[in-house]
């Protein structure tokens, strides 16, 4: 199911940023649970974890090896896939829903 563009603006103002939120959302509920939770979990986890290595080595002065790197983005990238990413999409989809019902009161 799709709201088009002329659904959503007649019903009670949603703001521009909201109508977007939706577009963008129906997209990724279009390409499934599955690619949004790897897209994003990885796509986390490769940040966090080159993030945690730049920050650790600027702090203590140690480069730990390359080990060490792999294993931060490692471990942050399955907390990304396990945890981050499916409640980012639970969240998404609670929005969605807040904001079609609104739309249509």
């Given amino acids: 199911m799709s709201i088009s563009q002329e659904n959503i603006t007649e019903k009670i103002s949603l703001s521009e940023k909201d109508k977007k939120f939706m577009q963008e959302w129906e997209q990724w509920k279009q390409k499934g649970f599955w690619r949004f939770i790897l897209f994003n979990g990885i796509s986390w986890g490769l940040l966090t974890g080159i993030t945690l290595a730049l920050v650790t080595y600027s702090i203590r002065g140690i480069y730990e090896g ?32 807040f904001l079609k019902k609104k739309g249509n009161e």
């Fill in 66 to 97: 390359w080990q060490s790197i792999l294993l931060q983005i490692l471990v942050f990238t399955m907390g990304g896939i396990i945890s981050f990413a499916p409640t980012m999409w639970y969240i998404n989809e609670r929005k969605y829903k």
